[in-house]
């Protein structure tokens, strides 16, 4: 195909058909009822890992539920280049990838010159997503020249790691990304010239392209002498010289162009051009000479050089034009001879003249003074150059005074005299002299060819803004040829410290874009106090109004502020760079700081689970569907769980990583098909999403036909108080026949005093529903303790429990005397009874003064519990801490200790920090809000 190179790969995927497996039935082995990819014979035959490991959410709990098994990750480092290929394709199963990868190169060859920097593009195509993994990318680039007999390697790109096998050799990822692979190779030679191939590997598909690289030196030509005068039947030779060019294939030709319109031919015996000649860095020189012999009819003739070269677009034409002149007369050679007595006159006067001035005519110094730049920069070190030349006789002085800024006196600094220096035709061997901290003089004596002397000077200076702004840098020359005596030069200095800029900082280290991040750049060491500060996305301003703090002074006399500019990214911002500059007002030279958004991260949303049929039953199979949407980056987890258990045997099908191009964000659909048995009613089944750490879940009570329902339980007031009446109660429904049992129970122990259970009654369905009530009192022994109603009924293989936990005040001495808040006169709780029973569950900070940015650990006391037979987990917010858990038993068994430490940030400033835990058949917390100082 005529200017591309193209490779196409086809994989198809057949679905699966295997039955649905029963919940409780024997687990499948893994990858049972799912057929194999086939791979067509242009793909390459990588073993295909159907399941990427992915990272669960990290969550304290003793007792480790049963997960799903997970085929272990290949090592990259130290594999071979097989088992590279097979875990780069085990990593692609995450990519969809569109049925043809094509690689698209230019169709005629690039023609480049020596030594310039140049691009090979390498353009990708036939993917489906709006952006290359490159986790899952490969690129190698060859080259094939045509002295070598095979290809070599130029450059490699492997999942994310750059190996150039040629100096300064390099790719881009966020053009990689984009499907530009292209190779650039910094001052290309001629040996570099050949058949370059770019192999890329998308997995599981690849392709390769080729394009041709021609390096080229396009010559430099000239013609001597332009203009050719000559008498008439005398010789001369025009000489046409080419430098420099590559290949070794020039044409060089004359041509005579005549003002008579006579023939235009240059014979050949005339013409006489050399071998061309390599020089060192491969190029060739070359020749080529015409005589002449001309007579009195050939004077305005045109003799042309004609130059053709590959890097020449058109023919090169270099001209010279010919005078011819008479043979001279013997009347002209008397002539010469007295004009040149007449010269030799002259010369004889001006000798004279000369000797006067050279050795007795006093001459003043040509005075050039402070060259170079006086504005200079804090503690970098620079110099300012003075001449005092052409002056005779040889004695001066030079003086240099420094007046500071409001000192009313100027001080000398440094003084030079000429008598007491040699004569140096060098300077560089002259000494360095200083008098002064900041300053150092290196100055000498020369003698000049004609007589005089010159006093080159050059001042190095160590500039400090404390001591040199603004200060006056004088000098006075004395010499008796002056008429202003002494000759007076000043200068104004002038120190500036350019701003320094430290990295840019993000207020997180996932941004996510339903959340606003800040990103802050300390900008110091600057002076004077007067800058200029801009924030860009790329090469464009940005809309944001960025914040600017007031500039401050340090300790050093240096100025410091801080910028920082709140933003909400969107998934189009992946990639690009968001950059503060900064400068000294008046000055055009910016210092920058860059930050760069590799990723963004969407939380998936979850839809609600939907069941398959509506009202399941038992013993048929059921369906239960979510859908995960609006998501990225692609990689996410899904696993469903009954009650605290993950599903193992039920038929799960997840949906791969859709795109939606619109969004540039990802969706999939999960479902989950088992058949329930009676012990499945009233069973939250949990669809849990766990992406970039975070876990997102939704429930879905599983309640099957012909069993009995129950509803949560209802709080009458819902604010409880300790001493006054409470109301709970709870709907019982759906059930048949109307035989039920309903019993209240705090901790284990059953309440009857004060519970109730309405006569059942039927509804139009012939099921039969009724209500239960508990009546009580709160008292301080209820504090944290958990009240619960159990159902029991034929068709219940065991029974319904829904369970409630008293939000009442903290204990506290002013709440009450100990007698009300028992519910008992004549009782009194011991302080230890009072302390367990009411400190359940009780958040407190053990990090005084917390800070932003600095470790904080909360600790929580769980009573009468162990870690082993619970669950903890940690949220700020409503999101879930995943690392810095740690459990502890008590060593007298009252109870385990749960603490959780972490950074946080600015914008957590009383935040709410939640601490929940969870056994096999209830669940509490509690919930602390963190101030910061």
């Known amino acids: 195909m005529t200017g591309l190179s193209l490779y196409k790969v086809h994989a198809t995927r057949r679905a699966s058909s295997d039955p649905i497996p029963r919940l409780h039935a024997p687990r499948p082995s893994w990858g049972q009822g799912y057929q194999r ?28 539920a049963p997960g799903l098994g997970r085929p272990r990750a290949m090592a990259w480092a130290g594999g071979s280049a097989g088992q590279r290929c097979l875990l780069l394709l085990g990593l692609g199963g995450l990519l969809q990838l569109a049925e043809t990868l094509q690689v698209l190169m230019g169709s005629t060859p690039q023609i480049v010159s020596l030594n310039d920097n140049i691009s090979i593009p390498c353009k990708i195509s036939g993917y489906s997503t709006a952006e290359l993994d490159l986790k899952n990318v490969g690129v190698t680039w060859y080259l094939k020249t045509p002295r070598a007999d095979q290809k070599e390697e130029v450059f490699t790109f492997l999942i994310g790691d750059h190996t150039p096998h040629r100096n300064g050799a390099s790719m881009s990822d966020s053009d990689l990304r984009r499907g530009n692979a292209a190779l650039s190779l910094p001052q290309i030679q001629f040996k570099e010239a050949g058949t370059y191939t770019c192999q890329v590997t998308v997995t599981p598909f690849d392709a390769q392209g080729t394009a041709v690289l021609e390096v080229v030196a396009q010559p430099t030509v000239s013609l ?86 590959k890097t020449f677009s058109a023919k090169l034409l270099l001209n010279s ?190 941004p996510r874009p339903d959340e606003p991040i800040t990103l802050t750049c300390r900008i110091h060491s600057f002076y004077p106090e007067t800058i200029e500060l801009a924030w860009y996305k790329d090469d464009d301003g940005v809309p944001e109004k960025p914040f600017i703090s007031d500039v401050t002074s340090g300790p050093h006399g240096l100025f410091f502020c801080t910028s920082s500019l709140i933003l909400r990214l969107a998934v189009e911002d992946i990639g690009r760079r968001f950059i503060c500059k900064a400068k000294l007002k008046g000055s055009h030279q910016y210092k920058e700081s860059s930050w760069e958004l590799e990723n963004l991260i969407f939380i998936p949303k979850v839809s609600n689970i939907v069941c398959e049929p509506s009202i399941p039953e038992s013993g048929k199979a059921v369906t239960l569907s979510c859908q ?155 504090y944290g303790r958990k009240i619960g109603i159990m159902v029991m009924h034929k068709t219940l293989t065991k029974p319904i429990t829904k369970n409630v936990y008293l939000k009442l005040p903290d204990f506290s001495t002013s709440t009450g005397d100990i007698s009300t808040l028992t519910g008992n006169q004549n009782h009194t709780l011991s302080p230890r009874l009072i302390n367990q029973e009411i400190n359940t569950l009780k958040i407190e900070c053990i990090t005084s003064n917390p800070k932003a940015g600095e470790d904080v650990t909360l600790r929580c006391f769980v009573h009468a519990w162990t870690m082993e037979s619970t669950y903890v987990s940690w949220f700020k917010g409503k999101y879930p801490i995943e690392d810095g858990i740690e459990n502890t038993d008590c060593e007298d068994e009252s109870g385990f200790i749960t603490s959780v430490t972490f950074k946080p940030e600015e914008q957590d400033k009383e935040c709410k920090i939640r601490c929940e835990v969870s056994t096999d058949e209830e669940s509490f917390e509690d919930s602390y809000i963190l101030k910061l100082a």
């Open 37 to 64: 990819e086939k791979v067509k014979a242009n793909q390459r035959p990588f073993a295909i890992q159907t399941r990427s490991a992915q990272a669960r959410g990290r969550r304290s709990r003793a007792t480790a």
């Open 321 to 510: 034009i010919l005078t011819v002149t008479a043979p001279r007369s013997d009347s002209s050679i008397l002539i010469g001879a007295v004009i040149g007595t007449i010269i030799a006159c002259i010369i004889v006067l001006s000798l004279g003249v000369f000797v006067y001035n050279k050795c007795f005519k006093k001459i003043p110094p040509t005075i050039m003074v402070f060259i170079g730049n006086v504005e200079m920069k804090h503690l970098e070190d620079t110099s300012l150059y003075c001449q005092f030349s052409g002056f005779r006789p040889k004695p001066i002085t030079v003086a240099f005074f420094l007046k500071k800024y409001l000192q009313k006196e100027k001080e000398k600094i440094y003084c030079w005299n000429s008598e007491k220096d040699d004569i140096q035709q060098d300077g560089e061997s002259a000494a360095l002299l200083t008098k002064s901290k900041n300053f150092q003089f290196q100055i000498y004596l020369k003698s000049l060819d004609n007589g005089t002397y010159e006093v080159p000077c050059i001042i190095h200076i160590s500039p400090n803004v404390h001591e040199l702004d603004k200060a006056e840098l004088s000098l006075e020359i004395i010499h008796e040829a002056l008429q202003q005596h002494p000759a007076i030069e000043t200068t104004t200095l002038k120190v500036i410290a350019m701003p320094v800029l430290d990295p840019i900082l993000c207020s997180t280290d996932v």
């Open 224 to 309: 001597s002498p332009k203009e050719v005068t000559i008498e008439s039947d005398k010789e001369k030779t025009l000489s046409c010289e080419v430098n420099k060019f590559y290949p070794n294939s020039v044409d060089i030709k004359w041509m005579k162009i005549s003002k008579n319109n006579q023939d235009s031919s240059v014979t050949a015996e005339d013409i006489c051009t050399g071998a061309s000649v390599e020089n060192e860095d491969g190029t060739f020189n070359v020749t080529s000479k015409l005589r002449l012999q001309p007579s009195l009819q050939d004077n305005g003739n045109v003799y042309r050089c004609i130059v053709s070269h």
């Open 628 to 782: 995960v949407t609006d998501y990225h980056p692609a990689q996410c987890q899904v696993r469903w769980m009954r009650g605290f258990e993950e599903l193992t045997e039920a038929a799960i099908k997840t949906q791969d990583p859709q795109l939606d191009t619109a969004t540039n964000l990802y969706h999939r659909v999960s479902q989950v098909t088992f058949t329930p048995e009676p012990e499945d009613h009233a069973v939250e089944f949990t669809i849990e999403v766990i992406h970039c750490n975070r876990t997102t879940k939704k429930s879905y009570p599983l309640m099957l036909k012909d069993f009995p329902r129950i509803t949560s339980i209802v709080l009458s007031p819902n604010d409880v108080e300790y001493g006054k009446p409470l109301s709970l109660t709870c709907e019982i429904m759906d059930f048949f026949p109307n035989d039920i049992q309903v019993q209240w129970f705090q901790e284990k122990d059953v309440i009857k005093e004060g519970s109730s259970v309405q006569e059942p009654k039927q509804d139009n369905r012939g099921l039969f529903y009724t209500s239960s009530g508990l009546q009580l009192i709160p008292s301080a022994q209820d």
